[in-house]
DNA sequence: GATGAATGAGTCTTCATTCAT
DNA sequence: GATGAATGAAGACTCATTCAT
């Protein structure tokens, strides 16, 4: 009985993390992540400003955590497609990966825009270290980096070429689905997938 | 008279809002943007409050005409470097373009870190709009394209590819000064250069 | 006519820190220092929360002005009147000028009760570092002094026995006026005036 | 079986009252009594913040049982000395009463800065009204009042005298050890004890 | 053109207290 | 009796911007 009474009250605790997470990310994607305050976010959660603190630091953590969780969910889906795809050329699975997360912000446009100007890579460190948490990257990363080891990179590069693909696709994403700078995404996807091709190449 | 009178009136206006530059300047590699307050800007200008919107809209504003003219400076640099050493392939120019900007951020690391997070193309489209005021940029920007011209890219992948060059060059510049991700500068270069290479041969 | 400009705006700022001085004085001993909000202070001063801080550091500090500003007026006005009425005793001198402190404060109660628990002997050291604002205080310090140095007191008990005097006043005061403890005022001052006749008697 | 059961019950309340009163003097003179929050108290002694009401009013309640406690047992502990010591003179008997104290709060100056800023008469009054719990503080206050009664004091005056010396006392302490104003503790233990003996004779 | 006093909305954060479990 | 999640009022302080002089 007692289990039983632990059990909805955590329950309830992770109701309410919830509605608080939902609340502000509705709230970063509509008005930005500077113009939304705390208020508005418990408001919309239906809590008091207090809980708020319970569960987060401040305005950043609960920031970071969106961050993670968005990217992971992406990361996730992105995974499981070229897992039932089944191609036997790993350039071809980095490609599909890819464009999977450029369809998927494309139809994101806001999340885009604040994930981009708080992207760090300190966050993804952190989150590779709980593997427990964040299995879908920490899967998706040995994916690829097998991937590329079979094929004869040597160690050292690996890391470092994953890096810069990512960085690159980050970026062009971003500019041609914000900015449309230098073109549209539609008209950068070929030029992209050309790039990514030449960089994974030995 | 009324002209010599006028065109010290005049000088006086540049006199103050470069003032205004150089404190603001100043206090952006300091303390941040952030934790940067109009207040102490026109404090270490030496104007007051009201005198800041007179030159300038707002915060936004001066960080924007900042990081112009900043990064034109560099450019400027980098760009007579490649002049002088009068290469014939066209990537090594390119490799001792970038390897330039690489170096002179490796000494600024601050104003890495302010122009990275506020930096966007509008603003560098706008520059290139204004070939009078940043013809630098410009003529950077040309001598690149037709070199590329030249070796035989289609005009239509010519600005995309730059543009990849470009913004892989800043990402993989701000992650490693700034936060050593995923490795030092030093061993980034290398990988980096390569990477530039294979994406600028036909 | 800049002269006199300016000393409109000069006179404006001082009558804007007096109306918050005067509200914050009304509030501390109405509602006490703690239960009076910055908010109570600017609204009765019928100005904007922001100009509170143009003025006054913090709570604390509007507070130790407050503080330093009472007791240095009731001290001036404790010396006029034994400088008036002309005693050629020492003694004589001390114990009127304690008996007007404490008919003063039978009149204050509220800012007694204010004053005591936000007394410290910092403050008064800062005010007679600063002669030209405390003048009052300097001077009803160097008079008792220089009484109690010309009846043979050695320089070194002096100041010691003098702060006795003061604090033993002080809490007498406080306890009788504010507590009745163990006694009224009234039954409690012939005692101690006697007790501060032993205690300058050498 | 009954009256064990409640008799441990009665047990376990008592342990967890202790608990928290140790917690919550441990934090005050640590942290301060503003600055340490009921939450800090609670966490200390390993109960639930609830728990803390079911024992004290609040925060103001448990500062004035400890201040009670404590001074008592500073009491106690004095007058255990004066009663080893057999002086015959009721003034050294005074003296040797407060040196005790005096050297006590040099060593215990977080508790000296505590105690002083909550300290009020009311308090030790309703102590003295609960003899069997304070039993130490009645004791010493009636083996004073009797000494000085046979030294041929008013009844009337008394109380009054002692008050005062106490009082003196207690600002003596407080300043000079916390403040060092207006000198060390060491510096004004002759002046004050002299004040005292000045007091106390007839 | 220049000034700088004044504004007041906006923001985060703390914490004593309650009450359903 | 005990718990601790939830509350939400209360509070201090900041700062970009305006405007009368």
């Known amino acids: 009985m007692s289990k ?4 909805k009250i955590h329950e309830n605790k992770i109701i309410k993390r919830n509605k608080l997470f939902d609340a502000a990310y509705d709230l970063f994607i509509t008005k930005g992540f500077t ?5 508005d976010i418990v ?3 239906g809590v008091a400003k207090g809980t708020f603190y319970l569960y987060f630091k401040d305005k950043y953590d609960i920031m970071d955590h969106l961050i993670l ?4 969910s992406v990361i996730k889906e992105a995974l499981q497609k070229i897992k039932d795809e089944n191609y036997d050329n790993y350039i071809d699975r980095v490609i599909s990966f890819t464009d999977y997360i450029v369809e998927y912000f494309k139809n994101n446009k806001m999340l885009l825009k604040i994930i981009h100007k708080n992207l760090s890579f300190g ?8 593997p427990e948490e964040y299995k879908e990257m920490k899967e998706a990363a040995d994916l690829l980096l097998s991937s590329l080891k079979k094929e004869g990179f040597s160690n050292d590069r690996i890391e470092k070429v994953l890096f810069m693909v ?3 696709t980050g970026s062009v994403i971003y500019s041609s689905i914000i900015l449309e700078e230098p073109d549209t995404i539609e008209n950068m996807k070929p030029v992209l997938f050309m790039m ?7």
């Open 4 to 7: 039983e009474k632990n059990s």
């Open 35 to 39: 113009s939304t305050a705390i208020d």
């Open 43 to 45: 408001k919309k959660a």
């Open 69 to 72: 969780s968005k990217s992971s």
């Open 123 to 130: 966050l993804f460190r952190k989150a590779l270290q709980k």
């Open 166 to 168: 990512i960085e690159l």
């Open 196 to 202: 990514i091709k030449k960089m994974l190449t030995i």
